[in-house]
């Protein structure tokens, strides 16, 4: 099994830009096998689905957050990143990044996670 | 997007007890479904896909049933470290959703 972890900033002001990003060691993230994505976790929403990449640079995201977010890869880093725009209380969460099967879009394995928190 | 509600919220049950977490879809999702462990502080961990199959590693105590709107995981006998949150996630339909979630607790 691969190992993912999350870097970035635990504090984000409102209506500033998150950027984080997820280092994939154990496995190459040039696979056709499986695409990289996050996922966010808060109490009020509980678990939801950011978006994800592949390789290629080919994306999917939530349409709830799409004019928001973009996730980007730096294959040559073995990383994946996210930026999310104009951030709000609403988007404190733990974010994480994850591991997905291609075609079957399950998540496996999943960093440990990281803490936002947006406030001034 | 297809909801996913979980029930129930809380089960509180005995180590070697039989657990039995439903899942319900706002549609059917036919067996494109998964479940996630959670413990507290730790990432989620896919249990089981397609409704039924075990992911690598997963001991054979844990279960899942169902097509269309209604699936059950069932953990056969709770073992200590069984007690977790447990999440379901479908695939069948953008975008990708989860349930709420169902603790179970000591």
């Known amino acids: 099994q691969p190992q993912l972890q999350e870097s970035g900033p635990g504090l984000v002001k409102p209506s500033e830009t998150l950027s984080l990003t997820c280092t994939v060691s154990?496995?190459?993230?040039?696979?056709?096998?499986?695409?990289w994505g996050w996922i966010r976790q808060s109490p009020g929403k509980g678990l939801e689905w950011i978006g994800y990449i592949y390789y290629t640079g080919s994306t999917y995201y939530n349409p709830s957050l799409k004019s928001r977010v973009t996730i980007s890869v730096d294959t040559s880093k073995n990383q994946f990143s996210l930026n999310l725009d104009s951030m709000n209380a609403a988007d404190t969460a733990v974010y994480y990044c994850a591991r997905g099967s291609a075609g079957d879009n399950w998540f496996d394995p999943w960093g440990q996670g990281s803490l936002v928190i947006v406030s001034s | 997007e297809i909801v996913l509600t979980q029930s129930p919220a809380t089960l509180s049950l005995s180590p070697g007890d039989r657990a039995t977490l439903s899942c319900r879809a706002s549609q059917s999702v036919r067996t494109y479904l998964a479940w996630y462990q959670q413990k507290p502080g730790q990432a989620p961990r896919l249990l089981l896909y397609d409704a039924s199959s075990r992911a690598t590693g997963i001991p054979a105590r844990f279960s899942g049933s169902g097509s269309g709107t209604d699936f059950t995981l069932t953990i056969s006998s709770l073992e200590p470290e069984d007690f977790a949150v447990y999440f379901c996630q479908q695939r069948t339909n953008w975008p990708l959703t989860f349930g709420g979630g169902t603790k179970v607790e000591i």
């Open positions: 154990g496995d190459s993230i040039s696979t056709s096998s499986y695409y």
